[in-house]
C-alpha cells in the first residue's frame, strides 16, 4: 500500500505528480515525441518556481488521512489524480496514484476542514484523461472520516469508475469482555476496505496492542492474557486505523477473600494456647476461689485479678480461673517489650470481667502518653461485658484503657461500656477481638497533635504503630440518647496517629461509619477489610452510615483492596484531607461508591486553608449499583471549577450503574453520564470502562 504526498501548485500553472510524470493536454490529445523535450523544460521550470513561492494564505496543519481505492480493471486507465481545492487552499493539492494489477489506491493526508472539493481525473498509458469526477467533503482529524463515493464519468468510449474514499474499517469481536486474573480470551479483528469488503492484511499489518500491559497483555494472534484486576484497552491497527476491545479484569476471588476474611477473624477465630513466663518470670494464678493473702501459685491461687495486677513484674503472666469477676483492674508495674505482663484466661472466653462501673487500665492513668507508666501489657481470651459505666460523662472511659505497647488479643468486648477500648499511646496491637454493642465506641484512640498546622509541625506529636487486625466491629453506638448532645459519627475514632495500620477488619451493621480516621491522622493504610451495612443514627442523615470516614487528615494514606458493601451513605467519604490513594477497592450498593467534601476548616498563620482537600489518586476500583447522583460525587464544600486543578485524579476505575445514574458529579458541571462526558469535562477516566461487575 502506499500513501500518496501532496505537491502544491500554483493556479494557472499546469500539474505536476509524483511519480511517473504524465503530461496533459486536455481530453483526447497527446504530445508527439518531437515536443517532449520542449515541455519537460517548460514543467521543470513551472516546478521549481511552485517549490520556491508559497501559499498566500496559511493552510490548517491538522490534517485527515482518506483511504482512496478504484477498481479499474478493464479499462485503459493507468493513473488517477486527485486535485483538492477549497476556500482555505489557495494552491491546489495534487496526488497521484498508478494502477497496479487492476487496483488504484493509496492513502492520502487532506487539510481537515468544510467543503472540500475533491476532483479526480483518469489518465491512460498514453497521458490521456478518460475519465474525471468530483466530489466535495467535510474532512475530519485522523483515520475515521467517513466513507464516500466519486463517480467518474468516461471522456471517451470507456466504461466509468467508481473511486471509494474513506477508511478501512475495523471490525472488532468482542468489543468488551471481562477476564478473571491468570485467564485467557481472543479477541479477532476484520478489516474492510472504504468499499466495505472484507480484505486479508499481509502478515505484520495488523497489529495488536495494549495500553496497561501490567493488568493485561495481547499477543499479535488476539490472545488476551489478564495479570492483574482493573482495566485495560487492546488495540487492533491497520493502515492508521484502529479498533479496541474495553476489557476488565477482575479478581472476584480476592474480594470473596476479603468479606470471608484473608485470616479468621473475631474473638474465638483460632484456637487459644496459653503463654508461658519470660526466662526468670513466674505464674500466677488467679481463681473466684482463691484468696488474695495467699501465694498465687496453681495451688494457691489469688482471689482478684487486681491482686495479681499489683504483684506481676515484667516477664509474668497472670493465668485467670474461669468465671465472673466485679472489679477494677489497675496495672502498677511495666513490662518491656521482650519481658511483657500477661494477663490471660485460662480457656478462652471462660473469664467473665462486668459489674458496669469498672476499668482494666495503668495505675497511672493520666489520658495521654506518659514519660513512663504500665507499658507492654497483654490481655488476651477475656470477655467484657456490661464491665464499664456506659452512662458515664467521664472523657473517653471505657472498659479497657491502654497505653504504651499493650497488646489486646482474642477478648470479646460485649456492650462493654461506653467505649470498648480506648488508646492513648504508642506500638498498640489490637488482634483477633469482637468489638459489639457497644453503647457508643469500639474502639477509640488519641494522639497530642491539638493545634498542629501540618506533619511537620512541632505540635504534631502523633500516636505511631498502632494496628488494628482480624478484628470484628459489629453493632456498635447503639444509643439513642448521646451523652455529647449530639447525633455524632462514632463507633470507631482515630484521632491524631501515624502509620496506622487496619487489616482484615470486618465492620459491620453500626449506627455511624465502618471507620473514622478524624484529624490529624497521616500515613495510613486500610487494607484487606469489609464495611457494610452501617447506619446512620437514628435521627440524623442517611450520608452518616458511610463505610468508611477519612475527615481532616495529611497524606499519605492508603485505602487497597477493601469491599464497601451496602452501607447507607457513601462507601468511602474524604473530607479536607490530602495525599489519599484509593485503589483496587469493591463498591457496590452503596448511597455513593466515594464522596469528595472540601469544607472550610479556618487558615493558617499565613492565612492559607487549613486542611484543604487535593492531591487524590483513585484508580483501579469496581464501582457497582449506587443509588445517588454519582459514583464518585463532590457532595458538599467550595471546589475548584475541575478538579485537575486540586490535584484530584480519576482513572481506570470500572463502573457497573443500576441504571442510568451519574458516573460523575462536580459542583458547577453537574451530573455526568457517560464515560466521554467525565472524561472531556473533568480529565477523568481515560482508561475507565463501563462493564458488567461480578459480586462475589
Not at 487552499?89 to 496526488?95: A, E
Not at 474532512?139 to 463517480?151: D, E, R
Not at 477473600?257 to 485470616?263: A, E, L, M
Not at 469493591?586 to 486542611?611: H, I, K
Request: proline residues 7%.
Amino acid at each position: 500500500m502506499q500513501h500518496a504526498a501532496p505537491v502544491l501548485v500554483r493556479r494557472g500553472r499546469r500539474r505536476a505528480w509524483m511519480g511517473t510524470i504524465k503530461p496533459v493536454l486536455g481530453p483526447g490529445r497527446a504530445l508527439d515525441k518531437r515536443q517532449w523535450p520542449r515541455y519537460l523544460s517548460v514543467l521543470v521550470v513551472a516546478l521549481l518556481a511552485s517549490a520556491c513561492e508559497r501559499p498566500t494564505s496559511p493552510m490548517t496543519t491538522q490534517t485527515g488521512r482518506l483511504q482512496v481505492s478504484a477498481d479499474v480493471s478493464g479499462t485503459l486507465l493507468s493513473t488517477l489524480v486527485i486535485d483538492v481545492t477549497a476556500a482555505d487552499i489557495t494552491q491546489p493539492l495534487v496526488y497521484n496514484l498508478e494502477a497496479v494489477n487492476g487496483v488504484a489506491s493509496s492513502t492520502i493526508d487532506v487539510p481537515v476542514g468544510p467543503s472540500r472539493l475533491l476532483t479526480v481525473h483518469g489518465y491512460d498509458a498514453k497521458g490521456i484523461e478518460t475519465h474525471r469526477g468530483s466530489r466535495t467533503i467535510d474532512v475530519q482529524a485522523g483515520a475515521n472520516n467517513p466513507p464516500t463515493t466519486i463517480y467518474l464519468g468516461a471522456l471517451g468510449g470507456d466504461v466509468p469508475i467508481t473511486v471509494q474514499i474513506g477508511n478501512y474499517r475495523i471490525v472488532v469481536n468482542p468489543a468488551s469482555l471481562t477476564i478473571p486474573v491468570g485467564g485467557n480470551a481472543t479477541v479477532t479483528a476484520t478489516v474492510l476496505d472504504p468499499g466495505g469488503n472484507i480484505i486479508s492484511p499481509a502478515p505484520g499489518k495488523l497489529q495488536w496492542a495494549t495500553n496497561r500491559p501490567a493488568v493485561a497483555q495481547v499477543s499479535q494472534a488476539g490472545l488476551v492474557t489478564a495479570l492483574a484486576p482493573g482495566s485495560v484497552t487492546i488495540a487492533a491497527t491497520y493502515n492508521g486505523t484502529m479498533a479496541t476491545v474495553a476489557v476488565t479484569v477482575e479478581d472476584a476471588s480476592a474480594f470473596a477473600t476479603v468479606i470471608h476474611g484473608v485470616r479468621p477473624r473475631g474473638f474465638a477465630a483460632v484456637s487459644y494456647s496459653l503463654l508461658s513466663p519470660a526466662a526468670g518470670g513466674r505464674t500466677w494464678y488467679v481463681a473466684p476461689t482463691g484468696d488474695d493473702a495467699a501465694s498465687g501459685d496453681a495451688t494457691a491461687p489469688l482471689r482478684t485479678i487486681n491482686r495479681a495486677a499489683q504483684l506481676a513484674q515484667a516477664g509474668d503472666v497472670v493465668t485467670i480461673g474461669g468465671g465472673t469477676y466485679n472489679e477494677s483492674v489497675l496495672v502498677k508495674n511495666s513490662g518491656t517489650p521482650d519481658r511483657p505482663i500477661v494477663f490471660q484466661s485460662a480457656e478462652q472466653g471462660s473469664v467473665v470481667l462486668t459489674g458496669g462501673q469498672y476499668t482494666f487500665q495503668p495505675v497511672d492513668w493520666t489520658g495521654g502518653p506518659e514519660a513512663s507508666g504500665q507499658w507492654y501489657i497483654v490481655v488476651r481470651g477475656i470477655v467484657f461485658r456490661r464491665y464499664s459505666d456506659p452512662l458515664s460523662t467521664e472523657n473517653a472511659i471505657a472498659a479497657v484503657r491502654a497505653s504504651k505497647g499493650w497488646v489486646v488479643e482474642d477478648d470479646l468486648f460485649d456492650e462493654a461500656g461506653r467505649t470498648g477500648l480506648e488508646i492513648r499511646d504508642s506500638d498498640v496491637l489490637v488482634r483477633r477481638s469482637t468489638f459489639q454493642h457497644n453503647y457508643m465506641n469500639a474502639i477509640i484512640a488519641w494522639g497530642p497533635t491539638d493545634g498542629a498546622t501540618s506533619t511537620s509541625d512541632p505540635l504534631y506529636t502523633p500516636m505511631t504503630g498502632l494496628r488494628i487486625t482480624d478484628v470484628i466491629i459489629w453493632d456498635n453506638n447503639t444509643t439513642s440518647s448521646p451523652l455529647v448532645g449530639d447525633v455524632a459519627e462514632y463507633v470507631v475514632k482515630l484521632w491524631g496517629t501515624k502509620g496506622t495500620v487496619v487489616d482484615n477488619v470486618e465492620s459491620y451493621e453500626n449506627f455511624g461509619p465502618g471507620f473514622w480516621f478524624d484529624t490529624n491522622n497521616s500515613d495510613f493504610t486500610i487494607r484487606n477489610s469489609y464495611f457494610h451495612n452501617n447506619r446512620p443514627v437514628p435521627g440524623s442523615d442517611d450520608e452518616n452510615g458511610k463505610g468508611v470516614f477519612i475527615e481532616v487528615n495529611w497524606a499519605p494514606g492508603l485505602i487497597e483492596n477493601n469491599v464497601f458493601l451496602g452501607n447507607n451513605g457513601a462507601g468511602l467519604n474524604l473530607e479536607n484531607s490530602q495525599g489519599i490513594e484509593v485503589r483496587n477497592n469493591l463498591f457496590a450498593g452503596n448511597a455513593f461508591c466515594m464522596t469528595v467534601v472540601n469544607g472550610d476548616r479556618g487558615t493558617d498563620p499565613s492565612g492559607q486553608p487549613l486542611y484543604p482537600l487535593k492531591d487524590l489518586f483513585i484508580h483501579d476500583n469496581q464501582c457497582k449499583d449506587w443509588g445517588a447522583s454519582g459514583a464518585i460525587a463532590a457532595v458538599w464544600g467550595t471546589f475548584d471549577p475541575t478538579p485537575v486543578t486540586m490535584g484530584i485524579r480519576v482513572d481506570a476505575n470500572i463502573y457497573d450503574p443500576l441504571r442510568n445514574t451519574a458516573l460523575a458529579n462536580w459542583p458547577g458541571i453537574g451530573p455526568l453520564t457517560t464515560l466521554a462526558d467525565v472524561q472531556t469535562r473533568l480529565g477523568w477516566e481515560v482508561h475507565g470502562v463501563v462493564s458488567p461487575i461480578t459480586l462475589p
